[in-house]
């Protein structure tokens, strides 16, 4: 809600309470088999509708979110993406939040070795490439008021995921059996605390594997206290037809009403232009002919 950026997922009696006009992003994906979808979306908590720097970066966040869509492409390039991110901050006087990574995705994987970078830093760089027919990626668009500088709060952390190239056995009773746990229920993938069927197993088993680096932590992110942030993730597949969004809602626009908007020509016409793929024309049905009628034919 509102400053903080991500991973807040607080087990019971440890949440906060929403109130009116409050910024909310829910965060989740799912999988069958292994085979992952994401979604992130961004909504004012019930109250009037509102003009300020909460629409301001809710806007900036959808926008990029429309023009990642028609960017992620075959041939085209993770930079080009990356580049858009800064132009529609800029057109909404937010900016990018630091340190969040597009994945592409794989079974079993959730952070692929090719990503789209949000926001590009002197310290955070990643590769160049160009996109490729049948991949699939997970696009991730976070916006702040802010700085746009994540800092580690207090607040415990309840996601996790398994760091399966380190092994240990761990000492007590407990901490094997949370691990036992995780490692049946969700070997690959992150989880929540919430997921394990006793609290206290878990309260006790994640801080020892935790000190023998068998999990990997994702720390609760926040922003400047006066600060707001807003977040849009989907899926989408690079199919021969074009790029196919699988997951997102659309945009509430009852809920915002920025005086901003976007004024430069070419993000103007790349947004406005269709993101739908283009469908496949059936092929005109075979001759289907035995093979006997095809003789006669020869004869």
């Known amino acids: 809600m509102n400053e903080i950026l991500g991973h807040f997922s607080p ?5 906060r309470q929403l109130k009116a006009g409050d910024v909310v ?10 085979f992952i979808a994401g979604a992130a979306h961004t909504v004012i908590v019930a109250g009037d509708k509102v003009d300020d720097k909460r629409a301001d970066v809710i ?6 979110a429309e023009a990642a869509l028609r960017l992620v492409k075959v041939g085209n390039t993770n930079t080009q993406v990356t580049e858009a991110f800064a132009k ?6 937010c900016k990018p939040v630091q340190g969040v990574l597009s994945h592409q995705l794989k079974r ?3 952070d692929g ?7 590009e830093t002197v310290e955070e760089k990643v590769d160049e490439f160009e996109f490729e027919m049948n991949e699939v990626y997970c696009i991730d668009v976070v916006m702040s008021t802010g700085e746009g500088k994540g800092k580690e709060t207090e607040i415990r952390s309840t996601v996790y995921k398994r760091n399966v190239e380190n092994s240990y056995l761990l000492k007590t009773q407990k901490a094997r059996q949370f691990l036992h746990e995780v490692n049946s229920k969700f070997p690959a993938l992150p989880f929540s605390l919430r997921a394990i069927e006793d609290v206290q197993v878990a309260r006790v088993g994640v801080s020892e ?16 206290d ?6 849009f993730k989907f899926t989408v597949l690079l199919l021969p037809g074009g790029t196919k969004k699988i997951t997102g809602l659309p945009l509430n626009e009852t809920q915002v009403a920025s005086t901003l908007s976007i004024q430069d020509e070419d993000l103007k016409k790349l947004i406005s232009s269709s993101a739908n793929p283009k469908k496949q024309k059936k092929q005109k049905a075979k001759d289907d002919k035995t093979g006997e009628e095809k003789k006669e034919e020869e004869k």
Do not use: T
Request: with cysteine.
């Open 11 to 15: 087990l019971k009696g440890e949440g």
């Open 25 to 34: 992003k829910i965060d989740m994906a799912c999988h069958i088999d292994g």
């Open 59 to 64: 806007m900036a966040a959808w926008n990029a």
């Open 88 to 93: 529609v901050a800029e057109e909404f006087k």
């Open 108 to 110: 079993h994987i959730i």
């Open 113 to 119: 070795n090719r990503s789209i970078i949000g926001c």
């Open 209 to 224: 594997a935790n000190r023998h680096e068998l999990l990997h932590e994702y720390p609760v992110l926040k922003e400047k």
């Open 226 to 231: 006066d600060a707001r942030v807003a977040q």
